[in-house]
């Protein structure tokens, strides 16, 4: 079963940037679309971007666009998150997740967290002064 891992993240100033990392051991991530996810306390969990595992499409949600950055690297078996700019409201812990190209496509990624199989422990962000 695929184990996700997270890390990067943290506590920064507002403005600051964090770059978080989701990676897998045992299996190439190159086949399946990764998202990330966040959930702030006493809030729904919240779709932030994703990247389909061709790298060819991305998507984010209106609140981090501009400011956020989802890529992959498949020699480190590796996708980021880079986040410029935070914002206290960004304060959460942040979560990568997983899909199989073949469910869902390898142009193919979304927000919703039911399309998403495989889900990593999570990893605190907090932005404040």
């Known amino acids: 079963q695929l184990q996700l891992v997270e890390s990067g993240g943290g506590l920064v100033q507002p403005g600051g940037s964090l770059r978080l990392s989701c990676t897998a051991s045992?299996?190439?991530?190159?086949?399946?679309?990764i998202g990330w996810f966040r959930q702030a306390p006493g809030k729904e969990r919240e779709g932030v971007s994703c990247?389909?595992?061709?790298?060819?499409?991305?998507n984010y949600a209106d609140s981090v666009k501009g400011r956020f950055t989802v890529s992959r690297d498949n020699a480190e078996n590796t996708v980021y998150l880079q986040m410029n700019g935070l914002k206290p409201e960004d304060t959460a812990v942040y979560y990568c997740?997983?899909?199989?190209?073949?469910?869902?496509?390898?142009?193919?990624?979304?927000?919703?967290?039911?399309?998403?199989?495989?889900w990593g422990q999570g990893t605190q962000v907090t932005v404040s002064s």
């Open positions: 045992k299996f190439s991530l190159d086949y399946y679309a």
């Open positions: 990247i389909s595992s061709s790298g060819g499409t991305t």
């Open positions: 997740a997983a899909v199989m190209a073949i469910v869902i496509g390898t142009e193919a990624c979304g927000l919703w967290g039911g399309d998403f199989s495989s």
